[in-house]
Every structure is written in structure tokens, then in C-alpha cells.
């Protein structure tokens, strides 16, 4: 009997791949462990491997097309089997606790309304637990008409009398309507809003929609962190194997600030705040497939040497597309630093479902007066977006602090750098 190849699970919060290229021809014979097919995800590029000895026929599907993980796109078998796939497996039935699950461990699973099974993908069950809607009144569409997407909680609210209008950021972004001016301007060219590109912008909308940021800046004097960063690379950077950067101290700076106010490392979930055991850092990064954050583990207990090493390797598998699932999740606080381009200040968006995000801009020479002395100072100035729900302005102002006093005195640290 032929061996179905389907798209596996790659990672908790992935619902569909990009089918990229076939690695084998149709017909051709293949062995188990073998490279057949890539495929891309919202944050990288994976393999998929053959599953069986065999010869591979593959499905309806071309390259460019998008499907949701668990769906058959050949099979292996003998020379003379032909692609004949039962469909895409469901997922099994699983209980749904009352709290909705962790955004960003969010598994693919049904709801459960009025004793039925219901599939559901997150953003739809997200939004149909913001506006009370019972999913068994909603007409799926998706994924062979028996799995809810956000555009059936859109057609649902939509038929309601009195229904307000879905979250914009539910949806894949949409292009302007025809209620919006087009001007005749000439268009060189036509690229979908779609891939990871769709994706950060329907998470964007998502934050700025969902939460209520609150930007706070300060100005911070960074002159002992350049001292600091100059002294570590001299003395560390040829054993290391790097140099140390600005991000690796700001990085071990704002862990231990979010020890010391464990209110900033957390999220919401459902109904519930919870203030979360490890530091998580996620760092912005920019790549050629788009905006992508990788996420460095427990820094708070990791030396100098340990965060910077693991978020080098971390970077080094984004950028050549190797990166896992597990490399990109499980952040609870951002990082993202613009001063490499020249930027002063900025409001960066909040990565959901964390409670704040830091942007970092350029350290920049500047006269300022200290104890009534003009001075050159290297200046720094410091962005937190925090999510109003979670935290009030005092004590977010108050972490914000310090982390400033941790930059204007990095030698705090230094019992930890080994």
C-alpha cells in the first residue's frame, strides 16, 4: 500500500505552508529520510523528507500554492501507484480548557461548543471570543468547508443586525476598496501581500488593534556602556570567537531589569494576566524574507558569553532559513535596536502576546551639561511600548529607569560577565 507524504507539524502556532520547490521529479524513486520538497512557513524554510522507500507521485498541488500542515501532497509507493489521497487528515479531537491557550504555543485544535467538535484556527477562535460568538452558529469555509477562519467570523458579523466590526487585523490585510481613491499613477510593479510579508502585516494590525500601547522615551547617557562594550571586546573578543555588541549588554541589562520587575514579563491570557517564570528574549532582526525575531532563552541566567554565542548561531539559522520552529517562539520581551541605520528614537509595535517591547535607537555624540559643566556625552535614547492593560505608567516608567541606570552604570554587570 502507498505511503501518504503530508505536511508535518512545524511548530505549535503553524497552520499552513508555501509550497516552494519539489527536490525529486514526479515518478521518481526515493528513499526514507530523503529531501523531497520545501516548504516555507511565516518564519522560515523547512524540509520535508520522505517517509518511505518508494517511488514518489505527487499531488495536485504546484509550487507558489499555499495548504494547511497535515495535508497529503503525494504519496510513495510502487512505479504504477498514482496519487490517490484520502484528503488532509484532521487533527484529533482534543479537550479545550476554559482559558483560551498561550498565543504563542497555540495548537491547532478544535473548539468545543454545545457538546460538537468545531475546528477553528486561532485568530478565529480569538475573535469569536471577543465578540460571544458561539462557533456552531458559524458556516466554516476553510479547509474543505469544515474549519472556521477569520473570514466566516468576518461574514458572521456581517449578517448580524447589530454586529460591530471584526478586529482588522483578524484578516490578511486587505487592498483598499473601491470606496478609496485610485489614482491613475503608473505601477512598475505587483507583488501579493502575502508570505511573511501578509503575515507581519496581519500581526501588526493585530497588536495595534488588541492593545493599548503606551510609548515612553528616555534619554539615557551611554557613554560608560561604549567604555564598557570597547573594554569586553579587548579583553574577550579573541577568546570568544565575536565581538561583543551593544545588543548583547543591552540584552543581559533589560533580563535583569525584568527580574527585578517581573510585572514587564508577562502576558495576557484570556481573561487572565500571567507573569511568566523565564526570560525569554526575542530579537528583532533584519533578513531579506522580512522582519524576523529569534528568541534566546533564560538570558537572565546566561553569562555575557553564553547569550552572545547562542543568539549569533540563532541569527546564523534565520538568515539561511534553517531555522526551527522552537527558534522563533516562546518569547516574553522584545528587543529591537534601528541605531545601525541611523535612527534617533521610535515606537516600535508590540510582539504579541507580550506586555512590552524596547527599541533602541543610535548613540549619538551630544553636549549636555553635568553638575553644571558642558560635556560630550554619548547619548542613547531608549523606547518601551508597553500594553496599558497589563501595566499602569509608573511602573513601566519605573523599569524603564532601570534599565537607563543600568546603561549609564554597565559595570553592574560585570559579575556576571565570565
Do not use: C
Not at 256 to 278: D, K, S
Amino acid at each position: 500500500m502507498a505511503e501518504e507524504l503530508f505536511i508535518p507539524k512545524l511548530g505549535q502556532t503553524v497552520e499552513e505552508v508555501t509550497l516552494i520547490e519539489w527536490s525529486a521529479q514526479d515518478g521518481e524513486k526515493v528513499r526514507a529520510g530523503q529531501e523531497v520538497l520545501k516548504v516555507e512557513t511565516d518564519k522560515a524554510v523547512f524540509d520535508v523528507e520522505a517517509t518511505a522507500n518508494g517511488y514518489l507521485h505527487m499531488g495536485p498541488y504546484k509550487a507558489g500554492e499555499v495548504v494547511p500542515v497535515l495535508t497529503v501532497v503525494a504519496v510513495i509507493g510502487k512505479k504504477e501507484d498514482t496519487f490517490q489521497a484520502g484528503g488532509s487528515p484532521e487533527p484529533q479531537p482534543q479537550a479545550v480548557e476554559a482559558a483560551a491557550p498561550a498565543p504563542e504555543a497555540e495548537p491547532q485544535q478544535p473548539a468545543q461548543s454545545s457538546g460538537d467538535w468545531i475546528f477553528a484556527s486561532p485568530i478565529a477562535r480569538k475573535m469569536a471570543q471577543e465578540h460571544g460568538i458561539d462557533l456552531s452558529k458559524v458556516t466554516p469555509t476553510g479547509r474543505h468547508g469544515k474549519r472556521i477562519v477569520a473570514a466566516d467570523i468576518e461574514a458572521y458579523l456581517e449578517s448580524q443586525p447589530s454586529a460591530a466590526p471584526a478586529p482588522a487585523a483578524a484578516a490578511a490585510p486587505a487592498l483598499p476598496s473601491a470606496s478609496v481613491p485610485m489614482y491613475p499613477h503608473p505601477v512598475t510593479e505587483t507583488v501579493p501581500l502575502s508570505g511573511v510579508r501578509g503575515v507581519i502585516a496581519s500581526r501588526m494590525s493585530l497588536s495595534s488593534n488588541t492593545t493599548a500601547p503606551v510609548t515612553l522615551m528616555m534619554e539615557t547617557d551611554a557613554t560608560e556602556l561604549v567604555k564598557m562594550r570597547t573594554a569586553v571586546k579587548e579583553k574577550f573578543g579573541a577568546a570568544w570567537g565575536f565581538s561583543p555588541s551593544y545588543n548583547d549588554i543591552l540584552a543581559k541589562i533589560t533580563a535583569l531589569a525584568l527580574t527585578e520587575f517581573p510585572y514587564m514579563n508577562a502576558r495576557i491570557n484570556g481573561n487572565m494576566v500571567e507573569y511568566l517564570g523565564a526570560v525569554n528574549l526575542g530579537m528583532a532582526v533584519d533578513t531579506e524574507r522580512g522582519l524576523i525575531v529569534p528568541v534566546i532563552r533564560d538570558v537572565d541566567r546566561k553569562t555575557l558569553f553564553e547569550f552572545g554565542k547562542d543568539f549569533r548561531d540563532a541569527v546564523e539559522r534565520v538568515r539561511s532559513g534553517k531555522a526551527s520552529p522552537d527558534d522563533l517562539s516562546g518569547g516574553t520581551f522584545t528587543i529591537t535596536n534601528l541605531g545601525m541605520y541611523e535612527v534617533d528614537a521610535f515606537t516600535p509595535i508590540i510582539n504579541l502576546p507580550e506586555a512590552a517591547i524596547l527599541g533602541v535607537g543610535q548613540i549619538v555624540q551630544k553636549m549636555v551639561v553635568k553638575s553644571g559643566e558642558p560635556l560630550i556625552r554619548d547619548m542613547v535614547t531608549l523606547s518601551l511600548v508597553f500594553d496599558h492593560r497589563l501595566v499602569d505608567g509608573a511602573p513601566a516608567a519605573r523599569f524603564l529607569q532601570a534599565i537607563k541606570h543600568l546603561v549609564e552604570n554597565p559595570y553592574l554587570l560585570m559579575a556576571k560577565l565570565k
